[in-house]
């Protein structure tokens, strides 16, 4: 069997696993010595599996690839110490990944598509076009290949997936991924400490919202009218505000939890008073907390981000209607690793 030919192990899940083992004439329970190998420790090599035999190993090597899927062509380094990984699938298409240095921890931005069909104006990944989803081993190798290049003093703690492309639109491998990361047998991850990020696909909001997985939910609003929203985001004239704001509404949110919404602010786009005061009547009855993020310049990009004075003023004005509201200043833009810079282009002049 060529390589080509033999199952991703990466991509499946721990129920695939067992039945594969099942299949080959084993007991079920190498089905789940096999997702510890692979999930919670990142093996690469078959021969650290000490406790499955070597006939066992063997008998799965013949048909399956350990991994890892993804390889990593990059690391761009930027001077407040924030990380851009490209890595390189097998089918030579490029994907980025960020890791971001916070206080005591690090948080990894992941990607979970092949550029993006969204076409949100502001953000660069949406000039690339789509090429396709990313398998579930391909989102979970950003993780588990990440974690193989820190140091022995760095804790990667948090993941948002708000890299390139719309979480909401790739959601098979994305739950996958999401049950894999949460659960207490594999990477363990609090939900407090996971992020979803997705420009307001209602379907999608539906699922996960009733696939039980522990997660924070963000949307992407960039605009609190369906005029303006209309303009820079397409996926508006799919699903409306009043129709996103009826979803949010209905969505289960875990006690003690809020949605967080994630405004860019464009320069004399969607950044004065009047925006400010409709956003608050926008989130106005549901539990929400408000992200602004100045917008992150780009070549060739239609915008500019606002002044200072004009963020903080937008801020004043939401933080005086009582709302939950902070000025989110991104890391990693002189490397083009800031919200909205993904592109999955080498980057070698800042190795």
């Not at 008073?273 to 990009?301: D, Q, R």
Request: glycine letters at 8%; one cysteine or more; aromatic letters at 6%.
């Amino acid at each position: 069997m060529s390589d080509l030919e033999k199952k991703r192990l990466l991509d499946l899940s721990p129920e695939d696993l067992q039945e594969l083992v099942v299949s080959l004439g084993e007991k079920p329970y190498r089905g789940e010595q096999l997702a510890v190998w692979l999930f919670r420790r990142g093996t690469e090599r078959w021969a650290s599996m000490t406790d499955i035999s070597v006939a066992s190993r063997d008998k799965l090597a013949a048909i399956a690839d350990l991994g890892p899927i993804l390889t990593p062509l990059e690391i761009a380094v930027a001077s407040d110490g924030t990380r851009k990984i490209l890595w390189s699938a097998p089918d030579q298409a490029k994907i980025e990944s960020v890791l971001i240095p916070e206080r005591d921890h690090l948080t990894l931005c992941i990607s979970t598509q092949v550029g993006c069909q969204l076409k949100c104006r502001f953000c660069r990944t949406g000039e690339m076009g789509f090429a396709r989803d990313l398998s579930q081993g391909e989102i979970l190798g950003q993780i588990l290949g990440v974690k193989k290049l820190l140091t022995p003093r760095e804790k990667l703690t948090n993941i948002v997936f708000m890299g390139m492309g719309e979480p909401g639109l790739a959601l098979e491998p994305v739950m996958g991924t999401l049950a894999i990361l949460t659960s207490p047998r594999y990477l363990a991850l609090s939900g407090r400490h996971i992020s979803l990020s997705t420009a307001g696909v209602i379907p999608a909001l539906k699922k996960l919202g009733e696939s039980g997985l522990d997660f924070g939910l963000t949307i992407s609003l960039g605009a609190p009218t369906d005029e303006l929203r209309d303009k820079i985001m397409p996926i508006n004239r799919q699903y409306p505000l009043k129709d996103l704001k009826k979803a949010l509404a209905a969505y289960p949110l875990r006690k003690g939890r809020r949605i967080t919404i994630a405004y860019i602010l464009l320069k004399n786009v969607n950044d004065s008073p009047a925006e400010a005061l409709a956003l608050s009547h926008y989130v106005t009855g549901l539990k929400t907390k408000i992200n602004l993020i100045p917008f992150n310049p780009w070549p060739g990009a239609p915008f500019e981000r606002p002044s200072d004075v004009t963020i903080n003023n937008f801020w004043r004005i939401l933080y005086d209607k009582r709302h939950t509201v902070m000025i989110r200043w991104s890391k990693g833009g002189e490397i083009a690793g800031a919200c909205g810079q993904l592109a999955g282009e080498k980057n070698l002049k800042n190795l």
